[in-house]
C-alpha cells in the first residue's frame, strides 16, 4: 500500500511550509525528515530540516491523527462484527432450543393423532349400539327388568359417544392444522438458519480482513512517524 509522496522542493520551501501545504501536522516535520524514506537529506547535508530546490522529499499521505482515528474506526468495527457474531451464535443457539422443543412437542401430539385410529373403530361400535338402543327403547314398554337396564346403558354409551365423536372431529382438525403449522415452522426456522450461517460467515471473513487492515495501518502509521 503506498503511504508515502514524494515533493520536490522548490525555491522558498521549507519543511514546515511543505508539510502545512500537504496536510499533515508542520509539529512532525523533523520526524518526518529523520525518517528513514528520507535518509538521503540527512545523509546528503548532515544537518535536520536542510533542504534545497530540487531535492525529492518523502511526505505521509496522511497526517498522524487521521492515521490515529482511522484505527480507531477500524477497531471499532472490528469489535462491532465480533458482537454480531456473538450475537448470531446466541440466535442459533436460541433456534437449536426452538427446534427442540418444537419437535418434543410435535412427537407428544403424534401420539395423541395415532390413537386416532383406534377410537374410529370405537365410533362405529358406539354407531352399531346407538342403533342397538333404539330397538331396546321400542322394546321398553315390556317393562321388563333387563331391558330397560339395556336401555340405560344404551344411553350411557350414547352419550359417551356422541361427546367422544366431537372430540375426535376436534383432534383431527387441530392434527391438520398443527401439522401445516409445523411444516411452515420448520421452513421458517430452515430460512433464517441459513440467513444467519451467510451472516456469521460474512462477519467473520470480515472480521478477519478488518484485523489485517488494521495491522497494515498499524505498521504505516509506525513506519511513518515512529
Not at 535536520?48 to 497526517?63: E, T, Y
Not at 403424534?110 to 365410533?123: F, G, N, T
Not at 346407538?130 to 317393562?143: A, F, L, M, N, P
Amino acid at each position: 500500500m503506498k503511504f508515502l509522496v514524494e515533493h520536490e522542493v522548490k525555491k522558498g520551501e521549507g519543511m514546515i511550509g511543505i508539510m502545512k501545504r500537504a496536510g499533515l501536522d508542520s509539529k512532525d516535520w523533523k520526524v518526518v525528515y529523520q525518517k528513514s524514506y528520507n535518509a538521503h537529506l540527512k545523509k546528503a547535508y548532515g544537518k535536520v530540516g536542510h533542504i534545497r530546490p530540487g531535492d525529492k522529499v518523502m511526505l505521509p499521505v496522511m497526517s498522524r491523527k487521521e492515521m490515529d482515528d482511522l484505527i480507531v474506526k477500524i477497531e471499532t468495527m472490528s469489535k462491532d462484527l465480533t458482537s454480531l457474531i456473538a450475537a448470531d451464535l446466541a440466535t442459533l443457539s436460541k433456534l437449536k432450543s426452538l427446534r427442540r422443543v418444537k419437535r418434543d412437542k410435535w412427537k407428544a401430539y403424534k401420539k395423541i393423532r395415532s390413537d386416532i385410529q383406534p377410537k374410529r373403530e370405537s365410533k362405529k361400535i358406539a354407531e352399531e349400539m346407538t342403533k342397538h338402543c333404539i330397538e331396546v327403547d321400542t322394546k321398553s314398554t315390556t317393562g321388563l327388568g333387563q331391558e330397560v337396564k339395556a336401555i340405560v346403558n344404551c344411553a350411557t354409551l350414547y352419550g359417551n359417544s356422541k361427546a367422544f365423536v366431537k372430540n375426535l372431529k376436534t383432534l383431527e382438525a387441530e392434527y391438520v392444522v398443527k401439522k401445516l403449522d409445523s411444516a411452515v415452522a420448520d421452513a421458517a426456522v430452515d430460512a433464517l438458519e441459513t440467513s444467519v450461517f451467510a451472516r456469521r460467515k460474512l462477519a467473520s471473513a470480515a472480521g478477519k480482513m478488518m484485523l489485517k487492515v488494521e495491522n497494515v495501518f498499524r505498521k504505516m502509521r509506525y513506519d511513518t512517524y515512529g
